[in-house]
Structure formats: structure tokens, C-alpha cells
């Protein structure tokens, strides 16, 4: 049985305490995200799957897929465009589940503040599950909007003659990628997210 500690215990468990703690919060009930990140999550797949249809059946037959600056450098399919609007952001949403499942499997191996305090009990590390699985999940979010972005930027440069990119559209919707990215880290790490909480004793 892992040793019950106090509150504000910080001391690293050694690893046969951890394997235990690990285990035993498997065994515990899986924590439902908050109503707010599904709320984002669940928007972001919408916007995303509607963007997707409404681009894929205007686009014509001969769609650029890259630029060189703003001229198109490489073409593609219709159809060949339709696959990465899909393909792209559903192999990293199950890249990130799957990194949210290694907080029950290699605890370890998860870094985070307060990582030490969150280790401590089986029902603190399943609550450290819930906060990383609902920042990778809103990381994933970001990451769907910046492919239904792409797909509107795709669809627009189709249509234009030469297939070439309007503007500054791919630096606007970098900087706006990147600003959510860092907006999310810098909550992570310097917010009190992490902070000890009496939600996990």
C-alpha cells in the first residue's frame, strides 16, 4: 500500500512507491474534463469539420498545398487536399491522448510544476491526469483551428490565378497559433494551475 503523506508533502516517492501510486490511481475513476474545455474543444472540432466540407466542395480539381513565399511551389488533388485537412488533426490529437495516458504509465516521465507533490497519492496523480489531459486537449483545439485556417487559406489561394497566397494570411495565422501556444505554457508554468490543491489530497 502507498504511505498516505500530508497535504504539502514535496518529497520525490521512490519508484516502487510510485509504480503503486500509478496503479492504484488507474484503478480510481477517470476525472471528466471541466465544462469549459469541452465547451472549446467540442467548438474547435465544429469549426474545423464545417470549414473542412464548405472548402473541400468549392475547391477545384488542381489545389496548391505549399508555397514559396506566396507562390505555389507543390499542387495537389482535390482530393489529395481533403487528406490533409483530415489526416493532420487527427493524428495529433491521438498523439496527445495518447501522451495524456503516459501520467498513469510513466508519471515520471510527465514534467510539470509541483511535479513532486502530484506524485505523491493515487488520488492527486489522478487529478494531475485531468489538468494535463485538459492543456494537451485545448493544445489540440489551437491545433484543429490552425488546420481549418489552412483549409480556408488553401481554398482562397485555389481560386486566385496562379494559386497564389493573399497577403499575409499564413503570418496571420501563425502569429495567432503561436500566441495561443505560449498564452497555454505561460498558464501552465506560471500560473497556479499546478499549485497544490485541496481538490487531491
Same mark, same amino acid.
Given at each position: %500500500? ?10 520525490? &516517492? ?5 509504480? #503503486?501510486?500509478?496503479?492504484? *490511481? ?6 471528466? %474534463? ?8 467540442? $467548438?474547435?472540432? *465544429?469549426? =474545423? ?6 472548402? /473541400?466542395?468549392?475547391? &477545384? ?5 505549399? =508555397?514559396?513565399?506566396? !507562390?505555389?511551389?507543390? =499542387? ?29 504509465? =510513466? &508519471? ?6 509541483? !511535479? #513532486? /507533490? ?15 489531459? #485538459? ?13 481549418? *485556417? ?28 503561436? *500566441? ?10 506560471? $500560473? ?10
Amino acid at each position: %500500500m502507498v504511505t498516505q503523506t500530508s497535504r504539502w508533502d514535496t518529497g520525490f &516517492p521512490d519508484p516502487e512507491q510510485l509504480r #503503486e501510486t500509478a496503479r492504484q *490511481a488507474r484503478q480510481l475513476p477517470t476525472e471528466p %474534463m471541466s465544462r469549459g474545455v469541452r465547451a472549446i474543444v467540442g $467548438g474547435a472540432v *465544429a469549426v =474545423w469539420l464545417v470549414t473542412v466540407l464548405v472548402v /473541400y466542395s468549392t475547391l &477545384p480539381e488542381r489545389v496548391p498545398t505549399h =508555397w514559396d513565399g506566396s !507562390k505555389p511551389d507543390d =499542387w495537389s488533388s482535390r482530393a489529395g487536399a481533403l487528406v490533409a485537412f483530415v489526416v493532420g488533426p487527427i493524428a495529433i490529437g491521438a498523439v496527445l491522448r495518447l501522451v495524456t495516458t503516459l501520467v498513469l504509465r =510513466w &508519471p515520471q516521465g510527465i514534467n510539470a510544476p509541483n !511535479k #513532486e /507533490y502530484w506524485l505523491q497519492t493515487p488520488q492527486r496523480l489522478r487529478h494531475f491526469e485531468r489538468l494535463v489531459r #485538459e492543456d494537451l486537449m485545448l493544445i489540440g483545439a489551437l491545433t484543429t483551428l490552425l488546420f481549418a *485556417a489552412i483549409s480556408v487559406m488553401t481554398g482562397v489561394a485555389a481560386h486566385r490565378e496562379g494559386g497564389e497566397l493573399p497577403g499575409v494570411f499564413f503570418s496571420v495565422i501563425m502569429i495567432a497559433f503561436i *500566441a495561443g501556444i505560449l498564452g497555454l505554457v505561460v498558464r501552465m508554468l506560471l $500560473g497556479r494551475r499546478y499549485q497544490p490543491s485541496d481538490e487531491a489530497v
